[in-house]
């Protein structure tokens, strides 16, 4: 099987975002060039980059010796020299082993999960804080977490702090988390003031999609379900994150599949995917069940309901790649093959290309690897 993690670019684009023509510009984008064709495992020489550039070889020199000396790359061998003939060039790659991101994940139930990781998001230390069934995360344990974190780390090697939350996330802000009831909670400027680092703070579910994106087998343009206490979705076109105008975008629970007599929905609505295709619901269901084909029933029914709210956003943005994440118990074959039927049935037209349902390649530390992914994007673009 083929990843396609060595053909991204990097950093992921910005929506909305102007480039100015000012040099300190010029060298960011230069920086942000040379990092995306290296990012995450790529190998190349000054000249090679050069080539897949455009840069001329003394600005290649230049940024090229700026990000060693920033700890972002480093010297990683010598390029093959078929001929034989002359100096053999020497391979930059990206640097794993000087700067730091520290990462929180607030996805999980009854646990708070937080790690030191690389410019790859690979975890070097990690920490968690298990929480009753009485217990609320609070901006206090966040606080303590990411201080334990860096006590053994040298602070110029922080390049950023990660949170991957539920809910709406604007800015920083958490508008509204009904999973950690929050709301109007301005995380990034709390932790911010408390740390000193740049903090950057987006959706658990976005997080997921872009860990997917760079170590699994994501396309440049893709939709990304995650199936748990709730079910969320994130979407990716030509690289930019669909954020949507009230950062809301990926609100698929909400889609109401039967809006007249279905159950009703914590947001008011009846029917709402949330209250057919979750962890809780689907795992209610099973254990009411009398025998295992009536459990596997169960399954295909929900992949089917699935299916039916991916058909507008599959047809309406072209969407070949659907990647779902969730616990093997319920997004397993039966789950997949059900939904891959029903897409078929409902998307498939001369039209469009055949929509892959496919299950996530990327572990239980998706959201961890995901929300320094977000730092290492940022820093990139934004500069120090």
Same mark, same amino acid.
């Given at each position: 099987m083929t990843s396609y993690a060595n053909t991204i670019s990097f950093p992921l684009h910005t929506p909305g975002r102007t480039t100015k023509a000012s040099p300190a510009d010029v060298r960011r984008n230069n920086r942000s060039l040379v990092f995306g064709l290296l990012f995450p495992n790529g190998q190349l020489s000054r000249a090679d980059l050069g080539r897949q550039t455009g840069l001329s070889r003394v600005a290649i020199s230049g940024v090229a010796n700026s990000m060693l000396d920033e700890g972002l790359i480093c010297e990683s061998g010598f390029d093959v020299n078929a001929s034989g003939k002359g100096k053999r060039g020497t391979l930059l790659s990206?640097?794993?082993?000087?700067?730091?991101?520290?990462?929180?994940?607030?996805?999980?139930?009854?646990?708070?999960?937080?790690?030191?990781?690389?410019?790859?998001?690979? *975890?070097?230390?990690?920490?968690?804080?298990?929480?009753?069934?009485?217990?609320?995360?609070?901006?206090?344990?966040?606080?303590?977490?990411?201080?334990?974190?860096?006590?053994?780390?040298?602070?110029?090697?922080?390049?950023?702090?990660?949170?991957?939350a539920t809910g709406v996330v604007e800015d920083g802000v958490i508008r509204e988390s009904t999973v950690l009831e929050w709301r109007d909670l301005d995380l990034r400027g709390m932790l911010e003031r408390r740390f000193g680092f740049p903090v950057t703070i987006s959706n658990d579910v976005v997080c997921s999609m872009l860990a997917e994106r760079f170590f699994g087998h994501g396309d440049k343009s893709m939709l990304f379900i995650k199936i748990d206490r709730g079910i969320g979705a994130a979407t990716l076109i030509d690289d930019v994150t669909v954020i949507g105008q009230n950062h809301a975008g990926g609100e698929i629970g909400h889609i109401s599949l039967d809006p007249e007599s279905g159950v009703l929905c914590p947001c008011g609505k009846r029917g709402c995917l949330?209250?057919?295709?979750?962890?809780?619901?689907?795992?209610?269901?099973?254990?009411?069940?009398?025998? *295992?084909?009536?459990?596997?029933?169960?399954?295909?029914?929900?992949?089917?309901?699935? &299916?039916? &709210?991916?058909?507008?956003?599959?047809?309406?943005?072209?969407?070949?790649?659907?990647?779902?994440?969730?616990? *093997?118990?319920?997004?397993?074959?039966?789950?997949?093959?059900?939904?891959?039927?029903?897409?078929?049935?409902?998307?498939?037209?001369?039209?469009?290309?055949?929509?892959?349902?496919?299950?996530?390649?990327?572990?239980?530390?998706?959201?961890?690897?995901?929300?320094?992914?977000?730092?290492?994007?940022?820093?990139?673009?934004?500069?120090?």
């Open positions: 990206i640097d794993t082993s000087r700067l730091h991101i520290i990462s929180v994940d607030l996805s999980q139930e009854h646990l708070v999960q937080g790690a030191v990781t690389d410019l790859l998001g690979t *975890p070097q230390q990690r920490m968690e804080m298990a929480l009753g069934p009485d217990n609320d995360i609070n901006a206090d344990m966040i606080v303590q977490l990411v201080d334990q974190l860096r006590t053994d780390i040298d602070a110029d090697t922080i390049i950023g702090i990660g949170i991957a949330e209250t057919m295709v979750t962890s809780p619901v689907i795992r209610e269901r099973i254990r009411r069940a009398s025998t *295992p084909e009536e459990q596997l029933d169960i399954i295909r029914s929900c992949g089917e309901q699935l &299916a039916a &709210a991916l058909a507008m956003p599959i047809g309406l943005l072209d969407i070949i790649d659907i990647c779902v994440y969730g616990p *093997p118990d319920i997004v397993n074959a039966a789950f997949l093959e059900a939904t891959q039927r029903r897409v078929d049935m409902v998307s498939s037209s001369k039209f469009h290309k055949h929509t892959s349902v496919r299950r996530c390649q990327v572990g239980s530390d998706i959201a961890l690897r995901g929300s320094a992914i977000d730092v290492v994007h940022h820093y990139i673009e934004n500069g120090h």
